[in-house]
Every structure is written in structure tokens, then in C-alpha cells.
């Protein structure tokens, strides 16, 4: 396939902006360099938020597409009426209702509830047996309430329990590597809630009992592992925390009590939204109606993310728009390899291409096999921890915890190499384990 000149111009602004994520930490250094409030400091922070990083890159891609082809050809691209590469913005739309949704206090306090009653029925530490709990039963929510906001609800609660109460460096990166592989493994026991497994279930035919089948047990067994073993090697910084105050739940001034009916009425609203994921009119509609709820009941909540799920929206809707045209290198790429081979090579793609458009192109690709189709799919939710833009999930949970890595932030490095054993784990069940029903 002969690419066009379009196409390598989008794959090189993509190199160039997987390059930038990797390279946010020099950009906030130099923001030091200027004057506090200066322009100069104001674009450098700029370009050093991870978030930001796809959109901007998006937006010279845009640019640069309007000379070559025209403002309607760009337009038409947007829309997703472009002949080579038809794009969508409800995932990125998705991601940003049900992070906000997910992130507001009844949800979470429901959340925190249900996973304090599990952890009171193991005999060990109170925040041993809770850290364990957490990342554990946080993930395997996301087959249910999807990934975004499995991630959202976990992220949070550990930030309040664990990070802001002090935690060695390692220990920050090890916990951030095994919820990010976990969200990622995590989801696969339904066919609707996992990004990489939605873009391909309808296609393939893949349904729940096909999940619980092929992916089940297994996914379940590697997020045990995970949690259990980063919990193992941190014991001693865990039982430590029994003896820390936790920070006020809720923000000064604020009624604590969140009344059952709020829960309730929030947990429905997801539940609408969820059920609505594919269609943006509905789901956006329904969020606005939530809104509108948030604001009649203001004394129960707290201030909503808007502006962390914009940021988080921005960062996936950039991917889709440099994704689009990765067809062309992409395509051929898995069509050219065995199963072992593609399920070890979707784990290392995930790393600079969101799963979710990995196993979207690998659906194009006629005559896929049932072992290349596991294989791709099982290796791009293996890797959806591996970087911020692995999985579209990560950059909600890299939003919520990043101020607490400092004022440098989450490094890239760092997440990958917390991540690299949990992936390791993933992949050694995936691949090893047999299916439930041979």
C-alpha cells in the first residue's frame, strides 16, 4: 500500500507528539526558567501537560491538512465523511461524561463503601487488606461500569487513602503501573466495557459468554497477581499507613452524609450513559440532565472534574484524529504475522497506539483467523498499561494522580517500568492459561 502524502505526514506528527509525551518533564523545567506568570512559562507548562500533548499535535495536523487537500477535505475528515479514514469522536466524548460522572462524592463514597466491607472481611491490616481490595475489585468493576470509570472511581480513592498521605517514589510507580494493567485486563469480562474489545465484539460476534470464555478466569487470576504481589513487596510501607490520619472526605463547609437516594439516582444516570455509549446525541443529552442534578443537589457534592475530563477528552480526541490515518503501515503490519507473533507485537504496538485503534484496524483485516483475532486483542489489553496513551482509560488516572508524583509530575519512564511486570503477569495468563471450555 502506497501511503499518501497525508497519510506520512500524520504518522510523523504522531511519532513527534509519542516523542513529546516522553519529553514533558524537560518542557516543565524550562517553564522555570521564566518569570512566574510569564508567557514564556505559560506555554511551557503548556506543552509539559500530558493531556495537551495529542490535541496540540492534532491541531498543526489539521493545519497542515487544509493546505494540502482543502478546508472541506478536513472538514469531511472530522466528520468522519473522509474516504480514507473515517474517524469518531464518541469515545473521547464517552471517556470525558463518565469520568465526571464517576469522579463526583456519592459514586465514590459508594465505591469507598463497598470496597472498606470487602476489606473488612480479610484478617490483615486495615490498609493492607483495603490497598488489596481496591485494586482488585476497583478493575473488575470496569467490565461493568466500563473502564473510564472503573479508573476514575480507583484512582481516586487510592489518592485519597495511599498517595496523599505519603508514599515512597517506588511505591508511587509500582501502585500506578498495577492499576493502569489491571484497568486494562480488568474489563475484559464483558464485551461492551473494554475500549479494544468494544471496537471489535460487534464485528467478530463476540458476546459475554465469548469473553468469559476465552479471557475470564484468566484476566481475573493476572489482577490478583498483580495487586497481591506489589502488596507483598510493600507490606511494611502498607501497615504503616494504619497509623496515618486520612484527609477530610469531602471539602470544608460541606454536609458529609450523602444521602442513599443521591447515590442511587447517580448510579442510574451511569448506568443510562453506559447503556448509551455509542450514541453521542443520547449520552450527551443524559449528561446534561445530570448536570442539572449536580446543581439541585450541590450541598451533597463536590466540585466537579470538568476540567480534568476536558483535558482528559482533548488528549483522546487528538489520538483519534492522528490515528486515523495509521491505516496504511498498520493494516499490513498484523495482517504479516502468526498468532504468537501478533499477540507479542499488539503488546508492543499498545505502547504508541491506543489498543482501541490497534484492534479497531486489525478488525479491517479480512480473513483474521479466531486464534489471530484472540491474539490481538489479548496482546492490546496485555500492553494498556505500559504508557499514558496505551489505554484511552490511562490518561484519566494519570489526571487524577499526577500531583502527587510532585511538581514534575508522572514520568513516562517510570510508569513503564512499573508496568512492565504486571504486563508480563498479564500476558503469561493470556497466552499460557487454557480456555475455560477447550
Request: negative net charge; hydrophobic residues 55%; aromatic residues 12%.
Amino acid at each position: 500500500m502506497q501511503p499518501s502524502t497525508v497519510e506520512i505526514l500524520a504518522t510523523v506528527l504522531f511519532g513527534l507528539a509519542i516523542l513529546h509525551t516522553f519529553s514533558v518533564k524537560r518542557f516543565e523545567h524550562l517553564a522555570h526558567k521564566y518569570p512566574e506568570g510569564s508567557i514564556g512559562e505559560n506555554v511551557f507548562h503548556l506543552l509539559g501537560e500530558v493531556e495537551a500533548v495529542f490535541g496540540l499535535w492534532a491541531g498543526i495536523f489539521l493545519i497542515a491538512f487544509t493546505f494540502l487537500e482543502g478546508g472541506d477535505q478536513a472538514i469531511a475528515y472530522l466528520e468522519g465523511r473522509h474516504p480514507e479514514a473515517v474517524i469518531h469522536f464518541t469515545e473521547p466524548a464517552f471517556v470525558f461524561a463518565i469520568m465526571v460522572m464517576a469522579a463526583t462524592r456519592p459514586v465514590i463514597s459508594f465505591a469507598s463503601t463497598l470496597i472498606g466491607t470487602v476489606a473488612n472481611l480479610l484478617p490483615i491490616s486495615r490498609s493492607l487488606s483495603f490497598f488489596i481490595v481496591a485494586l482488585v475489585v476497583g478493575p473488575l468493576l470496569g467490565s461493568f461500569i466500563t473502564e473510564p470509570a472503573a479508573m476514575t472511581v480507583t484512582a481516586l480513592i487510592l489518592k485519597k487513602r495511599y498517595y496523599d498521605r505519603g508514599m515512597s517514589t517506588r511505591f508511587m510507580y509500582a501502585t500506578i503501573g498495577v492499576l493502569f494493567v489491571n484497568i486494562s485486563i480488568g474489563g475484559t469480562l464483558t464485551h461492551f466495557a473494554a475500549p479494544p474489545v468494544l471496537m471489535v465484539a460487534g464485528k467478530w460476534g463476540w458476546d459475554m459468554a465469548h469473553m468469559l470464555e476465552f479471557f475470564g478466569y484468566k484476566s481475573v487470576l493476572a489482577v490478583l497477581i498483580n495487586t497481591i504481589g506489589v502488596a507483598l513487596l510493600f507490606r511494611r510501607e502498607l501497615t504503616a499507613f494504619d497509623e496515618k490520619p486520612i484527609a477530610a472526605p469531602v471539602e470544608p463547609g460541606k454536609e458529609a452524609i450523602t444521602p442513599w437516594w443521591l447515590v442511587v439516582i447517580h448510579l442510574a444516570f451511569m448506568g443510562f450513559v453506559v447503556l448509551t455509549a455509542h450514541h453521542i446525541v443520547v449520552f450527551m443529552g443524559i449528561f446534561l440532565f445530570f448536570l442539572g442534578v449536580t446543581t439541585v443537589t450541590n450541598e451533597y457534592q463536590d466540585q466537579l472534574k470538568l476540567k480534568e475530563g476536558l483535558l482528559v477528552g482533548f488528549f483522546l480526541g487528538g489520538l483519534v484524529v492522528l490515528g486515523g490515518f495509521q491505516k496504511w503501515w498498520l493494516q499490513p503490519l498484523l495482517a504479516s504475522l502468526d498468532s504468537l507473533a501478533l499477540f507479542i507485537g499488539a503488546t508492543g504496538l499498545t505502547a504508541v497506539t491506543d489498543n482501541a485503534a490497534l484492534t479497531y484496524l486489525g478488525s479491517l483485516v479480512e480473513g483474521l483467523s479466531d486464534d489471530s483475532k484472540y491474539s490481538l486483542v489479548a496482546g492490546a489489553v496485555a500492553g494498556g498499561g505500559l504508557t499514558v496513551i496505551a489505554n484511552a482509560p490511562n490518561p484519566a488516572g494519570y489526571g487524577i494522580l499526577r500531583g502527587s508524583f510532585g511538581s514534575e509530575g508522572i514520568s513516562p519512564l517510570g510508569l513503564l517500568a512499573g508496568a512492565i511486570i504486571p504486563t508480563l503477569v498479564a500476558m503469561a495468563c493470556l497466552w499460557f492459561l487454557p480456555n475455560l471450555v477447550p
